[in-house]
């Protein structure tokens, strides 16, 4: 069954503090493998679409990374407007979106 | 220019009710979906619209769950009978094309709540 897992579920760090958020993901022949920010109140907002092992997107503070088995967030010396819920998706081959549950990331001034 | 735009932002119905959700999406964007988001997980895939046909309409929960989109452009989300555990934030999202190099856009979201 495909599925995504990411970890941890919450996450509070100072500002400064740089941090990974994970992603795990089991998923008949992966076709992308998207990164979303959610602020409260509001729909998801496209980050970084990855496609294939080693490839890595860069965004300001962010960086996504992605391997046969997970994807990594990197987020470098963030500041408290990072704060958001980050969530993961994959599309399979046969284009089903499956999202998973998220991170709260919660970056303390 | 213009995002994706959902309407209502709210909506509150007793159980056993109808209602309709409505989004507009992108201009120019063939591609439109539906999601829905209960508190503390992420959105779950309902139907994907390629057009005005209706791609892939795996994720509908049950047949009281119906969606639209006669011309291509704006999607009706129709709901039956509804039921409290129907609660949840209904989101809708457009790409140029379905195509995975196309992000998806999506709209603020209309939160259903079931008395």
């Known amino acids: 069954e495909d599925q995504v897992t990411q970890s941890p579920e919450a996450l509070r760090l100072q500002e400064g503090e740089s941090s990974s958020l994970n992603c795990s993901y089991t998923?008949?022949?992966?076709?992308?493998l998207f990164w979303y920010r959610q602020d409260p109140g509001k729909g998801p907002e496209f980050l970084f679409t990855l496609y294939s092992a080693g490839e890595e997107k860069e965004k300001e503070r962010l960086k996504a990374t992605l391997t046969k088995k997970e994807s990594f967030l990197h987020i470098t010396a963030p500041k408290p407007e990072d704060s958001a819920t980050y969530l993961c998706?994959?599309?399979?081959?046969?284009?089903?979106?499956?999202f998973g549950k998220g991170t709260r990331l919660h970056i303390l001034p | 220019g213009a995002g994706v735009s959902q309407t209502p932002s709210n909506k509150v119905t007793e159980k056993g009710k109808y209602v309709e959700l409505r989004c507009d999406p992108i201009?120019?964007?063939?591609?439109l979906y539906w999601y829905r988001q209960s508190l503390g997980q992420g959105p779950e895939f309902l139907i994907y619209f390629q057009g005005t046909g209706a791609a892939d309409d795996s994720g509908l929960p049950n047949d009281r769950f119906f969606a639209v989109r006669p011309e291509g452009s704006v999607s009706t989300l129709k709901i039956q009978r509804t039921e409290r555990g129907d609660s949840a934030v209904y989101l809708c999202?457009?790409?140029?094309?379905?195509?995975?190099?196309?992000?998806?856009?999506f709209g603020p979201g209309t939160r259903l709540t079931v008395l």
């Open positions: 998923v008949s022949g992966l076709r992308g």
């Open positions: 201009s120019g964007h063939t591609a």
């Open positions: 998706a994959v599309q399979a081959g046969d284009d089903k979106i499956i």
């Open positions: 999202a457009s790409s140029l094309n379905g195509d995975t190099y196309n992000e998806q856009f």
